[in-house]
């Protein structure tokens, strides 16, 4: 069983950048290559949105537009660990922040929440003006 726990959320000011991190933990080393790593955003009274994807073997990503270019996704293999590296922040930005695991998601259409078995249980960003 995956067990994915997020960590590094919290309150910045509009244009600061903040870090959060997925740990992940109950995965195969014979399935590992195969995962799909994926970040969501939910703000309060909105659907829960795709924000960025990564795959555990060679790292290829997959960006929402609306964080192309300010978002930046990574993994450490050795840590079994994914961030979210998110800088210029805007107000816009505030959600909570959910990690999601696949084997089955394709990196080239990661955006379908419901194709993702595995979450965290989520770590609050706030982004003041």
């Known amino acids: 069983q995956v067990q994915l726990v997020e960590s590094g959320g919290g309150l910045v000011q509009a244009g600061e950048s903040l870090r959060v991190s997925c740990a992940v933990s109950?995965?195969?080393?014979?399935?590992?290559?195969?995962?799909?790593m994926a970040w969501f955003h939910q703000a309060p009274g909105k659907e829960r949105e795709f924000v960025a994807a990564?795959?555990?073997?060679?790292?290829?990503?997959y960006y929402a537009d609306s964080v192309k270019g300010r978002f930046v996704i990574s993994r450490d293999n050795a840590k079994n660990t994914v961030f979210l590296q998110m800088n210029s922040l805007k107000p816009e930005d505030t959600a909570v922040y959910y990690c999601?695991?696949?084997?089955?998601?394709?990196?080239?259409?990661?955006?379908?929440?419901?194709?993702?078995?595995?979450w965290g249980q989520g770590t609050q960003v706030t982004v003041s003006s």
């Open positions: 999601a695991a696949s084997q089955s998601v394709s990196i080239a259409r990661p955006m379908g929440g419901r194709e993702y078995p595995y």
């Open positions: 109950g995965r195969s080393s014979s399935s590992s290559s195969r995962y799909v």
């Open positions: 990564i795959t555990w073997n060679l790292g290829r990503t």
